[in-house]
Every structure is written in C-alpha cells, then in structure tokens.
C-alpha cells in the first residue's frame, strides 16, 4: 500500500487536472434551408470579395483600398485587439511562478559634542518566488476568457471594416447621385430658359400674354433655386468620404468634380444560404466570442469557491558591518499557504450566478444576432431582386415624357397649343429624370447592403495581398 507521503503528489496532479465550470460548445440554432428568395447552393468564404469591383469605377477601388488601409475607427479597431492579445498574456502568467528580487544597503551613524559613534553598514538582499496551484482552473478558466476575448476583438475589427465599406460606398453612391441631378437640373434649366426665350418673342408677336411669361419666368427660377441644395449634398457626401480615409474634409473635392457615372453594378449576388452567415458575418463570430468569454467566466467564478493554494518562499541574506567587524546572517523560508473560503454571506455563489446569467444573455444576443442577419439579407434580396425594373419602368417613362415635351414644344411654336402644355412636359421630363437618377441610386445602395449583410469583402486587403 502506498504511504500518504508517496499519495500526496499524486492526489496534487489528480487535481491539477480538475478544470470546474461548464466547457464552450459552439451554439446552435435552427435555420431555414434558404433564403425566402435565395438559392440552395452556398456562397462559401465571401469575406475577401471585392464585390465594389462589380460598379467598373476605378476611382471607387481606389477609395475602397486606400480606406481599409487609413480609416481611424478601422485603426482604433485594431489597437483593442493589441489590447486583448496582451491580456492573454497577463491572464496566462498567473499560472506561472512568481520570481522577485530586491537588495538595499543602509549606511548609519552619529555625530555630536565629545561623543563619536562609529559607522555601520547593512547590506541586504531578497529573492522570493510564489506559485499558485491552478488546482480548479481559475488561471486556465481566465485565460480561456481572454482568448475568447481576442477572438471578439479580430471579429470587432473585421465589423469595423464592414461598416467602413457600406459607408464609404453609399457615400460615393450618393455623391455621384448628387451630381446626377445635378446634370439633370442644369438641363431642365437650359430648357426653361429657352421656352422663356420662346414665350418672350411670342408675346412680342402678339401670340402670347404677359402671364405666359411670368409662368416661364417662375419655373426658370424654382429650377435655380434648387441647384445649391443639390451641391450642398455633393459637397457633405465628399466631406464624409474624405472623413472616412482619414483626411481633411474638403481633400477629394476637385477629385470627384471632375465627374462621373452613376455606379451601376453588372454583377448578380449569389447570397448563399443562412448557414453560410455563421462563418461570414463577423458580428455573428463577435456575439460567439462573447459568448464563449462569458461561458469560461463561469469557471472563473466557479473556481472561487474551492481552496486554493500556493507554494511561497524566500531567501533573505544580509550582510553588516561596523568598526571594522562584519557578521553576515541568510535567513530562508518556504511553505504552501492554503486559503478557504468558509464564511462570505452568498457572495461567491452570487458571482456564480450572475456569470451564468451573462452566458445566457450572450446565448439570447448570438441568437438574435443571426436572426437579424437573415433579415437583413431577405430584405436587401427582396430589393435587389426588383429595383431594375423600376429603373427600366422610369427609363421608359423619361423617353415618353421627352417625345411629349417635343411635341407639345413643336405644337407651341406653331401656335395648335398653350404654353401651358409646354411647362407640364416640361415638368414630368425633369420630375422623371429626377426619378430615374434616384432608382438608380437605390438600385447600387442595395447592391451595396446586400454585399454587405452577407459579410463580404471585410478581408480583402489582406487576402489578395496571399
């Protein structure tokens, strides 16, 4: 039979080996086998797609680049994952032994009237080291959290530069949207001006009334009044994308005057199917990490109310010296230290408690995290799925108005109709176009979110660069 003192190791590394609190298992739901109108075959990884590319304008890659790159919330992302990589390191060396050194020499003496003491000298030295035995798992509990917690801040980052590119996309959208109507509204000035022109000979003629003219005078008007509203727009959407890369606002300015089309995409989206979120989303990998950062906690919590034990000693010499005789003396200590805990009115199993009820919290947000991702995509699909057609409907509809205003216009002139006819063509060619440079805008803008609620294009940079 063995003895106690031989069974004493041995029961130490039984219980070294004892990790309390629950294990993290990636959570489950049930998903739908597809989108409401999305196929049945996945998308596989679509974080390094650089589905902007599908828009053909290299002055938007170019942003795009440049602004996973520079943007400072991207950076600021960035910096808290270097935080949690140094935490794993301070939650780790718990577990590791505790070596300290310190020495301090004391010089004494004393001086006054007929007396004279001698000076003496101390010199003294420590070394120390404690240990404290992971007998339940707190130090591998905690260090699990903290790389639960690294995991969160990747996934941050990468939701950083999700965002970063709806905003900087949308944005570009809807600075050449601005200029669109812009185009569209100089050109309906243009066309007011001439049939003012017009109305002004004919009443000189005898053909019209003053009242014609004042009509034509006040549409010219309206349409210069709406033309600083419309820069205004143009100028804020290029402020916020210089922001974005992290340059002063005004910096792209005379870049994007120098125009362009509105970005249309000639890409079709293959959206995958909802399992495909859980591995693209990073939102989705953050609420997981979370999660599973909650979950060890609850062994950390745990591991609270079982004893605990250290090893500690010292070795302490020191060295004195006086009128000429020194003495020299080591003194040296070592032992375990237990602690207890017997008596603390329900706290531990409080903290226990609430560690558990954090771990279904983050359980109850992953889940509502997905479902909110598989809204987002069925409804940016819904869109996507329909926007051309109201973008060939108006197209149809401008080429209508326009042959109406050129008839009403040719009718006008040879006096078969009123002015009156004239300003209403008038008014639907310029309410249409304006119509049409919208659906075209909100044809990209959802482009764009679906793209993005589908995790794509987050790790670009990074992967092409392999």
Known sequence: MLSIRA??????????????????????????????????????????????????????????????????????????????????????????????????????????????????????????????????????????????????????????????????ATSYIDARYYQARLAVAKESLASRRETLELTKLQLEAGAASRLDVVQSEGLVNSTLADLPGLETNFRQAAHHIATLLGLPASTLIADLQKGGGQPISRRSVNTGVPADLIRNRPDIRQAERTLAAAVADIGVAEAQLYPSISLGGSISPSLTSSHGNSTHLTSWSFGPSLTLPILDGGRLRGNVDIANSSAREQYLAWKATVLVAIEEVSNSLAAVNRDSQTVNALRATVRSYQEALELSTASYKDGATSLLDVLDAQRSVSTAKASLTQAVQQMATDYVTLNVAIGGGYAFPAKRGK
């Open 7 to 168: 069974m004493a190791p041995l029961a130490m590394l039984l219980l070294a080996g004892c990790v309390v609190g629950p294990n993290h298992t990636a959570p489950e739901m049930a998903l739908p086998q597809k989108f409401g109108e999305g196929g049945n075959k996945s998308a596989g990884d679509v974080s390094a797609a650089a589905w902007w590319e599908g828009f053909n304008d290299k002055r938007l890659n170019g942003l795009v680049e440049n602004g996973l790159s520079q943007n400072l919330t991207v950076l600021q992302a960035v910096e808290r994952i270097n935080a949690a990589r140094a935490n794993v390191v301070v939650s780790a060396a718990n577990g590791f032994p505790n070596l300290t050194a310190s020495a301090d020499e004391t010089v004494s003496g004393a001086e006054g009237t007929g007396t004279t003491r001698p000076t003496s000298s101390t010199v003294q030295g420590g070394l120390s080291v404690s240990w404290l035995l992971d007998l339940f798992g707190q130090v591998r509990r905690n260090k699990e959290s903290a790389e639960a917690s690294l995991g969160a801040a990747y996934a941050s980052a990468d939701v950083a530069r999700l965002s970063l590119l709806s905003d900087l």
